[in-house]
């Protein structure tokens, strides 16, 4: 069912040998495979965390690089920029019915394209539909899986996966057992690479003949909330020790006038005062501000997984043995919301 | 070393919680026990009187100064070690311990000295903790010996008098008086106690002081008393403590509960009911319909307000309680069960909850109603700029807590307050929270207060059941003992500090 | 209808809690229900009306149990604990082989099955999209509300940048993920607590999944943990006394330029 097309759009031929050299059957799986995650309605864009990753997959040393797209036509001018950012060969699953998230058909699309070409590695971000997408196709294709990567390395073909474990401020290595190795990488870790203009590669376009699709009765973008924490330069954050509405109040008011935005460990998001989007940590969001500042946060190992790429870390906590202390270069053993209020009246004073 | 610092007039340490604010020139603050004895002896060269300060989280100005030197404690906290005698384990304390602090202590694996021989070692870990729980987390120890704190668990647990075992104190004239229980007691209403220039013989007011309901209002007094009850509740114008022993009681596993009623009448009787079962409960706390219709009405603006379901419809009233989670938890069920069907409840109209997560649930529904009265009244100021609250704080012997609320309720209805109920009803302790809407309900709130207060009085019952006399309360103790009671108890504090240099204005003192 | 809902039993991880006193204290890690565990728990027990049937069921060690109690007490109508010594050390892919095997020989012809998002003490969130690939099932991620209306499900889910609702019809098998609803989730009665107690937590093995030996634990897994260390991300530094909250706040200002 597949159709073939070249760097230029369909039509033109494939480079001499490509299919046989990574072609069914072979024992050792070569090249890593991609997926380009698409976001943006009418004009669409590869994603900033799919980018990461793929100048990631490029520098692993794992051979080619298969980007592998969703999507209509109007996809097709981003071949180039999945080109110029490491991709070697950009696979199109090219069906208008997949602009949308449909993690069945998309799962079934991309096994069939593995078992076609037999990458060692499969990398997808770890955004929402990367975390909900990945696990499924590890299952339909038997391959171990690691989530939320925050290093990747190649050790003599295998792929050593980092993240933080549980239990401790400890860091596993984790492989694979079989091919391909799979994993999702953390946002925000990995820079993108820079484009290299003119850089060449090959696109592939294939159809989804399947049917999997979801009945979406309804869609609708989530009203941005005023930006985005993993990008914010000083971020406020508050934990069970500040989750007031007289505390979020303070907060907002702080970070108004240092620049910056309010973010929050779990305790205030099942609270309700702020959305999942300004959450911090393993189940939140990876922060890398130049400062943070972490009022009533006690400091668990999952929030603490989400910070640690801070530049300067200042905690207020009433108690001096919290487990933040450990990460903070200042520690300040006081009441959150009383420090919060005077921080923000001596930011209000016009001294 | 003493540290002096001047006092501009924006100090916290000017106030309360009580929102009165006083006047004093210098902050003295003691980081041992010399350095109080030197405030002392600045203090009696000066003339200028000390004012004893904790965490300032009273309600009744206690430590709101009056001129002179606003005495901090805050440095001297501290857990000093684990003591052991016949009664049981107890803990030693700087005065500035926080019962938190306390608690955590013993909860956690920290190494904790011994006040007596091995005692450290042999108290099981996370097995014994302080029982008294006022709803102020945050308040000092020694505060909470000065007023004789109490709260919730006071039902089961009696209030901070009954844990006290030990003091020590700087006393007015420099010296230093360590009494623990048993030491000394007083002969009939006599009581000689120690001080730098030999024995000063004192006499107890003569007054019955009522020990059958909460109170705080003015000294313990009784025939025989033992000399530590003298200083618990005493206010800071005795002596200032500056270490204390407090037991402790072992903690067991609980489980909290709300049961539902279709009527504030309902769940008056049955708690009244409850008392004679065999459910022994921690605590028992009220919220009347309109406390529930409060809650409600912030839910419909703020779905995560206190974290819990949406509350029965048909709930008019609750009572809220922990029970211990032993083998007989499920008799205590049964017959909660029989009282609460005898009552319209039942316990299919109930919650109940033993994770520690979800007891935290329970907790910040109880706690929420002052919080949401606050809101309320603020909401209320957008309209109305004048409007303000006031709560009372009268307890009466359970058996008359109907008389009690049929005259709350006639008070603030021939006043035409508005109000809500909720509280310590286990003590037949409700609050009262009026909500003032101009400068008419104030002055009728006023009257009304004056009239309740004398109307605990009449049932047997306490003006100021926890929050103590300090400056603002002064008038209960006029209603209760009398021009003469007062004077006794001016008596005693002229034999203790004859020049008055501890805590002025505090009770009955000038 | 017939949920299955699948929680877990996870160290808390939020090192403060209340204690019998009602203070924040930090304590020794005992164990819960994951939160998400218990959003999932919550939605089935809203979601299932008279004649709709909650089978409850945790893969874990015996102590998984407390959390099987609390299902019981919140509705559920039968609690499962998957306990084997074959399963340990399973990885989110033995994890969902055992599940799917639980939901293919224990509780048959399901129409829903419920999880949490992800749970604390591993956070993968893996297990969900592979156990319904495993029954050929769709699935549904980040799952924030689930309504009935007329013959389908109307699953409302939450992607950060996207709310979307999916029609699901009923009699047909779905698996979702449960990311939110925890705050105000329910409380049992005291008469549902009693119930509770007196109700059996059934035991399950791997012989009576009938998984054939090396399906599941640490032989069943594709993943291995190579090695383990220290994070090293330690920068403890200066601690300030900030009982005065307006000298703290001139630390912080002071503090934010190193």
Known sequence: MSDRCGAGGCGERLPPGMLEAFDLGSPAADGALVWLEVTGGPEPEISQSSLEVLGKAAELGAGRVFGMMFGGSALRPLYGEAFSRGADTVYHIRDGRLSAFHPEAYCEAARDLAERIRPSVILMGATPRGRELAPRLASALSAGLTADCTGLRMEGGSLVMTRPAFGGDLIADIVCEGRPQMATVRPGVFPAPPPAPGRKGTAICRGYGGSSLKDIAHSAPVPPDGGDISRAKVLVSLGRGAASREALEAAESVAARLGGMVSCSRALVDRGLLPQSRQVGQSGRSVRPDVYLAFGISGSVQHKAGMRLAKRVIAVNKDPDAPIRDDADLFIEGDALSVLRELDKALRSPL | MLRATPLGPESPYLGDESKMTGSASLLLSPECEADVIEAVRRARESGEPLTVSGMRTGMCGGCVPMGGAVLTMERMGGIRGIGRDGRGFFVRVGPAATIREINEALRSGAPLASATPGAAEEMPRGAYFYPVDPTELNGSIGGNIATNASGPRTLKYGPTRDWVRRVRLVMSDGSVLDVKRGDRRARGRVVSVPMGGGPVEVRLPSYEFNTRVKNTAGLMSADGMDLVDLFVGSEGTLGIITEADLYLAERHPLISNIFFFPSDADAYAFVRDLRGSSADPEFLEFLDSGSLDLIRGVRERDRGFTSMPDLPESARSAVFMDLEMDGRLAGKYREIGVLAERRSGSLDDSWCGHELRDRERFFGLRHSVPRTVFEYVAGLKRTVPGIHKMATDMSVPLDRLDEMVAANEAAMDAHGLERVTFGHIGNGHLHLEIILKDMRDMEEAKIAYRELAAKAIELGGSPSAEHGIGKMKREFLLMLYGEAGVEEMREVKRALDPAGVLSPGNMAGP | ?258
């Open chain 3, 1 to 258: 209808m017939r949920i299955i809902v699948f929680v877990k039993q996870v160290p808390d991880t939020d090192k403060v809690s209340v204690d019998g006193e009602g203070r924040l204290v930090r304590s020794g890690a005992p164990a819960v229900m994951d939160a998400y565990s218990e959003c999932a728990l919550d939605m089935a027990c809203g979601l299932a009306g008279d004649g709709d049937e909650v089978i409850a069921a945790s893969m874990g060690p015996p102590g998984a149990r407390a959390a099987l109690l609390r299902c019981l007490e919140l509705g559920a109508g039968e609690a499962f604990l998957i306990c084997d010594p074959a399963f340990a050390g399973s990885d989110a892919h033995a994890t969902a082989t055992v599940l799917s095997a639980f939901a293919m020989e224990i509780a048959p012809g399901a129409d829903l099955i419920l999880c949490g998002k992800q749970a604390s003490d591993g956070d993968t969130a893996e297990v969900p999209p592979e156990l319904a690939e495993k029954l050929g099932a769709p699935q549904f991620c980040y799952v924030e509300d689930i309504r009935i209306e007329g013959g389908s499900m109307l699953l409302v889910q939450n992607y950060g940048d996207e709310l979307r609702a999916c029609r699901h019809p009923l009699g047909a098998l779905a698996v979702a993920s449960v990311s939110k609803g925890g705050a105000n989730r329910r409380l049992p009665s005291v008469s549902a607590y009693l119930r509770a107690a007196a109700m059996e937590i059934k035991t399950v093995d791997a012989a009576a999944l009938r998984l054939p030996e090396g399906a599941a634990g640490a032989r069943g897994s594709k993943t291995r943990i190579a090695s383990t260390m220290a994070s090293g991300a330690g920068r403890r530094g200066e601690a300030v006394d900030g009982s005065d909250p307006a000298l703290a706040a001139s630390a912080i200002l002071r503090g934010m330029a190193p």
